[in-house]
């Protein structure tokens, strides 16, 4: 029965288009891996059912399902991270949405952070390098990166949310894959990083600076609504993310899961890019 519900709405259960259903026997060729513990782990990402009421709907107990669960995700990450990856400059720019081809043609990336609640950690030190002051809880930060059309190119591991925007785009590596020459659209907290991709010739694109003391002026203002109105697509690419129930802003992540966090954030990155584009190109 709960073959025959996944069958009919791969999307809901696992996450994945019923026309890449087949992906499932893809996966199961390539790792060895059941099907049905594929379909256990996807359908845990994506519905964050208990390992209970997983392990009643495919008929085992609730142990074996967690422990399909550990072993399979890292495995999974592992082939579907091939689906993340930056197309070539030149494939970017034949499928640039026409919104961004007047002013914005040589834009490669539109980069942005998102969080993941956490349970609260025992250990102090950890509790003050995971707190977040704008979610006021506990959250993993990821750097992720698409492309104007909406693929996602890049996504960073998981840091403490106390860092800072600035610091997550040195760290994460992100710099090593970005090609030269290229520009990167941001919002106004990346304001430091042009520092960093001037040694790669790249241009910061983000909104004008805001000052409370100074009034913008009516250039300023248009600027920055046009660059939001292209950067919001990165958004639509997170809301996305969070239609994965295990990624939802407070699904708060149990911390016998923690280890398979940014495993979990691959997969779903993944399986956003089998999806429909963002926008159409």
Known sequence: MTNYFISTNTKSYLGILNEWYWIIDLLHAQTKIIPEHIKLTLMKIKVNDTFRRLGEQFGISHAQASNIFNSTVPRLAH??????????????????????????????????????QIEKPTNSVHQALTWSEYKKCNTLKYLISTTPYGFINFVSTGYGSRICDTLITEKSGFLNILPDECDVMADRGFKQIQSMLNKKKCILIRPPTVSASVKPSKVEVLEAKRIASLRIHIERVIRRLREFEMLKPHACIHHNLLCHTDSIVLIASALINLQTPIIKT
């Open 79 to 116: 082939m579907l991270k091939t689906l993340i990856y930056f197309p070539h400059p030149m494939s970017i720019r034949k499928a640039l949405p026409i919104s961004f081809r007047a002013n914005f043609s040589n834009v490669q990336s539109i980069i942005d952070c998102f969080e993941i």
